[in-house]
């Protein structure tokens, strides 16, 4: 596991242990949060592979990933189907209510849920998760609500530390290491 893994606070191991839905926003959190648009209006992002290398690992180990987004925009559909995520909410202006009905449709506890965010948005959904996730260049309003703040900023590599800092807390970092040896 990464060395900067290996301080992490207790209790945010200890959050992050019961986690059962990682639940990701889009916009600064899986892309740098840039918006980029082509002469026709078509709208693309760049998307980070260790982050997708990350939320596959995920699920791979027993982690429901989800996607979260108040825009709408079909680059992420087809990241999120490139993924095999299955849980994919755009259009989302009301973040707190989709995640209530997430948590109710998987029959999970809010403790077992982490959200990890960037801007403003995403803090009514972060103070109802178990674990609150801030990418490293998230709106100060949002880090100083967050448990955890990633190293890395939003589409370069944070979503990845969650994810392997995820499966560090549950146990299955060393396993997943050896699988790749």
Same mark, same amino acid.
């Given at each position: 596991m990464p060395s900067y893994l290996s301080d992490l606070p207790a209790d945010v191991l200890? /959050?992050?242990a019961k986690?059962? @839905?990682a639940i990701f926003d889009v916009d600064g959190t899986l892309t740098d949060g840039r918006l980029w648009y082509a002469e026709d209006g078509h709208e693309t992002k760049v998307f980070h592979v260790h982050d997708g290398l990350g939320l596959k690992r995920l699920m791979a180990h027993g982690v429901q990933v989800a996607i979260m987004s108040a825009r709408i925009s079909h680059p992420v559909a087809l990241? &999120? #189907? #490139? @993924?095999?995520? +299955?849980h994919v909410y755009q !259009? $989302? !202006?009301?973040?707190? +209510?989709?995640? $209530?009905q997430l948590l109710e449709a998987l029959a999970l506890a809010p403790e077992q849920a982490a959200f990890v965010g960037d801007d403003l948005p995403d803090l009514a959904p972060m103070r109802d998760v178990g674990l609150a996730v801030a990418v490293a260049n998230a709106?100060?309003?949002? &880090? #100083? $609500?967050?448990h955890w703040r990633t190293r890395l900023n939003g589409g370069q590599g944070a979503a /990845?530390?969650?994810a392997d800092m995820?499966?560090?807390a549950q146990g299955k970092a060393g396993a997943e290491? #050896?699988?790749w040896l």
């Open positions: 200890a /959050r992050a986690v059962r @839905l990241r &999120a #189907e #490139e @993924l095999d995520i +299955a !259009g $989302q !202006g009301d973040k707190r +209510a989709c995640l $209530q709106h100060p309003w949002v &880090a #100083e $609500q967050a /990845r530390e969650v995820i499966l560090l290491r #050896e699988r």
